[in-house]
C-alpha cells in the first residue's frame, strides 16, 4: 500500500555509461526540477541526492550520491525515488498530485459509478486516467476539463464525462434482445 506521506518524484532506470551515471524517468515539471528537492528517499530506505544532471532523449542522466561504478548504477534499475509530501507544499489549485488521485471513485454528474483510478499515464499526448470498472478491463479517459469537469479529493471521488461507449462491454443490449431466439414471446 502507497505511504501517504511520501510522494514519487522518480524512478531509477539502467546504468548510462562506466562512471556510475544512471537514466532517471522523473515525474516533476519540468523534469529537472527532481534535483531541487534535495535528498530523495528510496523504498528500501537508502537516500540519495542528485550530485549532477543532464537531459537526454527524454530522461535524465544523473549521477547520484553513493553511486561510483557501472555496477552499482545497475543495481538501482527499477528503484523508485520519493520525497516526503511536507517539502512539497500544497498543489495549486486545479493541480493534483498523482498519488491523490489513485484510489479515487469514478462516477458520472448524478453518482453513477463507473469505477476506480487505478493509475496515470502520460503517453506523450497528455495524462490520461487509467479507470477500472469492477466487471470489465480499464479505461483511459483523457484527464483534461472536459472529460474529467470536477475532482473532489476529500469526497474521494472524481465525476467523469466519458465518451459514449467507452465503459459500455461492447454489447449493444437492445439488438442483443432482438436477436434472441426468446424474443416477442
Do not use: C
Request: charged residues 25%.
Amino acid at each position: 500500500m502507497a505511504d501517504p506521506d511520501r510522494i514519487l518524484l522518480g524512478q531509477i532506470g539502467a546504468a548510462h555509461g562506466i562512471k556510475g551515471e544512471v537514466r532517471l524517468k522523473s515525474f516533476t515539471e519540468p523534469p529537472e526540477a527532481i534535483a531541487d528537492y534535495g535528498t530523495l528517499s528510496a523504498g528500501n530506505g537508502r537516500d540519495f541526492a542528485i550530485t549532477e544532471w543532464r537531459a537526454s532523449k527524454g530522461v535524465l542522466v544523473v549521477r547520484l550520491s553513493g553511486v561510483a561504478d557501472r555496477n552499482a548504477a545497475e543495481a538501482l534499475n527499477g528503484t523508485e525515488l520519493y520525497v516526503a509530501r511536507d517539502q512539497l507544499g500544497a498543489p495549486e489549485e486545479d493541480e493534483f498530485f498523482h498519488a491523490d488521485l489513485i484510489g479515487l471513485d469514478a462516477v458520472d454528474a448524478g453518482g453513477v459509478p463507473f469505477g476506480k483510478v487505478i493509475a496515470i499515464h502520460d503517453f506523450g499526448a497528455g495524462d490520461l486516467l487509467e479507470i477500472k470498472p469492477a466487471d470489465r478491463p480499464s479505461a483511459y479517459l483523457p484527464f483534461t476539463l472536459e472529460a474529467v469537469p470536477e475532482v473532489d479529493v476529500a469526497a474521494g471521488r472524481v465525476v467523469v464525462a466519458p465518451p459514449p461507449g467507452l465503459f459500455d462491454d461492447g454489447t449493444d443490449k437492445d439488438d442483443a434482445a432482438e436477436r434472441s431466439p426468446d424474443a416477442g414471446s
